[in-house]
């Protein structure tokens, strides 16, 4: 699969589809940021209300953007495929390796998901 390319200054909807043929409780969607992207807390009073992230559905309960990855957590999915966004800016030129997304259910470690890693290139405008 070719990199993803992006120029710095980009944003860009970040989204994750979790998928379960059974109901699932307390799942974690954890995902990692190669180091030339940056999480965007639309929380923030000075955010742009023009750039917002499609919705997530709406059993994704709750949101964290730490300094290296985004979480969500949702409370119970019933069988079905389910979408989280959120939005992401390009900040520093390079290439990078973008670690996959992982879903665990937190009292059920058998029960989990991992998408692909990818590739990304991020270059100045």
């Not at 929380?43 to 023009?50: C, D, G, K, R, Y």
């Not at 959120?86 to 009292?107: C, D, F, K, N």
């Amino acid at each position: 699969m070719p990199p993803l390319q992006l120029q710095t200054g980009d944003v860009v909807d970040v989204g994750l589809e979790i998928a379960g043929d059974r109901p699932m409780t307390h799942l974690q969607i954890e995902d990692f940021l190669p180091a030339g992207l940056e999480a965007i807390d639309r929380s923030f009073a000075i955010a742009n209300p023009a750039v917002t992230a499609q919705p997530s559905a709406w059993e994704i309960q709750h949101q964290e953007i730490r300094g290296d990855r985004v979480r969500g957590y949702a409370e119970r999915l019933e069988p079905g495929a389910y979408e989280f966004h959120y939005l992401a800016r390009a900040v520093t030129p390079g290439q990078y390796q973008w670690p996959g997304a992982t879903v665990t259910a937190r009292y059920s470690p058998e029960t989990f998901g991992r998408t692909v890693a990818a590739q990304l290139h991020l270059k100045e405008p």
